[in-house]
T-cell receptor, first 114, second 107 residues
Framework: SQTIHQWPATLVQPVGSPLSLECTVE??????LYWYRQAAGRGLQLLFY??????ISSEVPQNLSASRPQDRQFILSSKKLLLSDSGFYLC?????????????FGNGTRLTVT | GQSLEQPSEVTAVEGAIVQINCTYQ??????LSWYQQHDGGAPTFLSY????GLEETGRFSSFLSRSDSYGYLLLQELQMKDSASYFC????????FGKGTRLHILP
């Protein structure tokens, strides 16, 4: 069966520090991968999505970047965090080409920038 | 671009029926999905409508009208555990979510 792992679960970082959040999927090949951010009590904002290795689309210009070094690994990074980067970061996947397939989410990373 | 509009909050009584509406504007559209999110947790998939009409899954049903760019989620026999946020999401080459509807259930 397919599983998605996302870590860490909680992170407190000072303003200006770097960030690296990792997400891996097991049990499937060539998944679509997504990074979403959710501010407290708000909706899910799509940050990046990827349909394959080195194929990443950015939805919102900001100080975040994403990479997909392996088929089932998706990394969210920042060189210098801002206070506004605080939020709940969610990685998700679904199978390529299946339009009725649901998104499967990781457990999320709650990031607080101080 | 894509945008989805849904009410920010809905309140209903335990045992009753509630409908959460969603209207969308998208450049491309393959279908409308619904997700549930409890406080502190990740969203979980509830239903998907690729074609017009009603899809039923237990106490939950979802409806889509492509001509009206409109859908809704219907929750029947409400239980206290249904207190959560509900999101509609549209799919073209990516998946975009509405801002969510917070469902409050009164005993």
């Amino acid at each position: 069966s397919q599983t998605i792992h996302q870590w860490p679960a909680t992170l407190v970082q000072p303003v200006g520090s770097p960030l690296s959040l990792e997400c891996t999927v097991e049990g499937t090949s060539n998944p679509n991968l997504y990074w979403y951010r959710q501010a407290a009590g708000r909706g899910l904002q799509l940050l990046f999505y990827s349909i394959g290795i080195d194929q990443i689309s950015s939805e919102v210009p900001q100080n975040l970047s994403a990479s997909r070094p392996q088929d089932r690994q998706f990394i969210l990074s920042s060189k210098k965090l801002l206070l506004s980067d605080s939020g709940f970061y969610l990685c998700a996947w679904n199978p390529t080409g299946a339009y009725n397939s649901p998104l499967h989410f990781g457990n999320g990373t709650r990031l607080t920038v101080t | 671009g894509q945008s989805l509009e849904q009410p920010s909050e809905v309140t209903a009584v335990e045992g009753a029926i509630v409908q959460i509406n969603c209207t969308y504007q998208t450049s491309g559209f393959y279908g409308l999905s619904w997700y549930q999110q409890h406080d502190g947790g990740a969203p979980t998939f509830l239903s998907y409508n690729g074609l017009d009409g009603l899809e039923e899954t237990g106490r939950f049903s979802s409806f889509l009208s492509r001509s009206d760019s409109y859908g809704y989620l219907l929750l029947q026999e409400l239980q206290m555990k249904d207190s959560a946020s509900y999101f509609c999401a549209s799919r073209d080459d990516k998946i975009i979510f509405g801002k969510g509807t917070r469902l409050h259930i009164l005993p």
